[in-house]
């Protein structure tokens, strides 16, 4: 069984990917870490995106450093580019058949990585909560960080993700939608269970 998660960031579907994961027993794969080693990567060695995505290693997705603003802005720039994400679909694609099931998270699990997922969810928040989510993130973690700032930061962020030409980040057709605006991440995840378990039986 695949749960495809898709979302802008700051939506929550990271969080409740895992928790998901958690719950259902299955294996749980951050797809955006994937897009961040490459763009860490590309930006520290210098070399091209392309070639650093036919050579990714597991032990890319433990640099320190992917978690970070800068490494999201380097991922959404490499992720605009066809052979990187062609590079990195047959990853995604032996993770999501690996049993007992899995959930992946990203932006275009649902339409183009696991179009056959038996469960689909879009999540996302409006634009004004996800900046302010990210802003107290940062806050708390010791970061300056101007709320005006991270605003325009993730207008463009989620300006490039939806208009690049290659899988842009989109709901599939049979995507259940959560806004999180107004839920928190424990509502958000009794949401998804719900569901979960409605297509469970209906499949059953
Ligand atoms: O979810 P995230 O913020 O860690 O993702 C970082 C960037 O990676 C995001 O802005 C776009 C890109 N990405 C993508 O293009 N496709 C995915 N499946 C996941 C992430």
């Not at 433990?62 to 999201?72: C, D, F, K, M, Q």
């Not at 802003?135 to 970061?143: N, Q, S, T």
């Not at 806004?179 to 269970?193: G, H, N, P």
Request: charged share 30%; net charge neutral.
């Amino acid at each position: 069984m695949i749960v495809a998660i898709d979302g802008p960031a700051a939506a929550g579907k990271g969080t409740l990917a895992k928790r998901l994961a958690e719950h259902l027993g299955f294996n749980h794969l951050d797809t955006g870490l994937i897009y961040r080693a490459v763009g860490v990567k590309h930006l520290e060695t210098g070399l091209d995106a392309i070639t650093v995505a036919r050579a990714l290693q597991p032990a890319d997705l433990s640099h320190p450093g992917l978690r970070g603003e800068a490494a999201g802005r380097a991922a959404s720039e490499v992720a605009a580019i066809p052979e990187v994400r062609q590079a990195l679909l047959d990853f995604q694609r032996r993770f999501a058949q690996r049993p007992p099931g899995a959930v992946l998270d990203g932006r275009d699990i649902g339409t183009v990585v696991c179009p056959d997922a038996d469960i689909k969810l879009f999540v996302t928040a409006s634009l004004e909560k996800r900046a302010e989510r990210r802003w107290k993130e940062l806050i708390a973690k010791g970061e300056t960080a101007i709320a005006e700032r991270v605003l325009q930061d993730m207008r463009d962020r989620d300006a490039r993700d939806a208009a690049r030409d290659v899988a842009p980040m989109a709901p599939a057709a049979d995507a259940v939608l959560i806004d999180t605006s107004e839920l928190d991440a424990d509502a958000a995840f009794a949401a998804a269970l719900a569901i979960v378990h409605r297509k469970m039986t209906t499949k059953a």
